[in-house]
């Protein structure tokens, strides 16, 4: 097993632009989410999914959309890059069940300028 | 939601045993007290969880107060690679129950 992979590590955007953060997972989990973590601190919810065709918002969702299209795939987009979206992007993803163990993706480190 | 504490910080020496500390005095009858750690540029990963039992597992153990306002990481010899972040998380039984309400948690330094 792969486990959650994400793609890119590293992107570079100018304000203004926008990307697609990816993340995939194979092991067949409902639940995915995407997490933000800003230098210093603990991890904040974006968007979470419990299945495909199924998102929510979490705590810092404005600015990003997300979509789920099948089981596996999970992709983050910045619609409009702003600096205020540096930071490191953390994508997880759990059976939907007790105890909701969380597996996480190895990353992506975005910048702004 | 309910909230933890925890230190900022703290230091172990190799092999040594480490008790890392976590309040939570509003914790609700339901909340589950999970641990997560994150080493150096990777993503979080779960350590351990527990409802009321003491619970062991090949990482760690937690043991839970009697009242369950207060729990304790337990890794029984440090090594190198356990310097990590700890982040100790209540989880809802029910509603937001997927969900992980991340505070700064505490870094553990373990000195050689």
């Known amino acids: 097993n792969a486990g959650v992979t994400q793609t890119p590590k590293f992107q570079v955007l100018k304000t203004g632009q926008s990307m697609t953060l990816q993340c995939a997972q194979d092991?067949?989990?409902?639940?995915m989410s995407w997490y933000r973590q800003d230098p210093g601190m603990g991890l904040r919810l974006i968007h979470y999914s419990v299945g495909a065709g199924i998102t929510d918002q979490g705590e810092v969702p404005n600015g990003y959309n997300v979509s789920r299209s099948t089981t596996e795939d999970f992709p983050l987009r910045l619609l409009s890059a702003a600096p205020s979206q540096t930071s490191v992007y953390f994508c997880?993803?759990?059976?939907?069940?007790?105890?909701?163990?969380?597996?996480f993706g190895p990353g992506t480190r975005l910048t702004v300028t | 939601d309910a909230k933890t504490t925890q230190p900022n910080s703290m230091e172990s020496n190799e092999e040594e045993p480490v008790h890392l500390p976590c309040n939570h005095s509003t914790i609700s009858g339901t909340d589950y007290i999970h641990w997560y750690r994150q080493l150096p540029s990777q993503g979080p990963e779960y350590v351990i969880h527990g409802l009321t039992s003491n619970v062991n597992n090949r990482m760690a153990s937690l043991a839970i107060a009697e009242d369950r306002k207060s729990s304790t990481l337990i890794l029984h010899r440090a090594t190198l690679r356990d310097a990590a972040v700890y982040y100790c998380i209540l989880r809802r039984s029910s509603g937001s129950a997927r969900q992980l309400t991340f505070g700064s948690g505490t870094q553990l330094t373990v000195l050689p």
């Open positions: 092991m067949n989990h409902e639940y």
């Open positions: 997880a993803s759990s059976y939907d069940r007790a105890p909701y163990e969380q597996y």
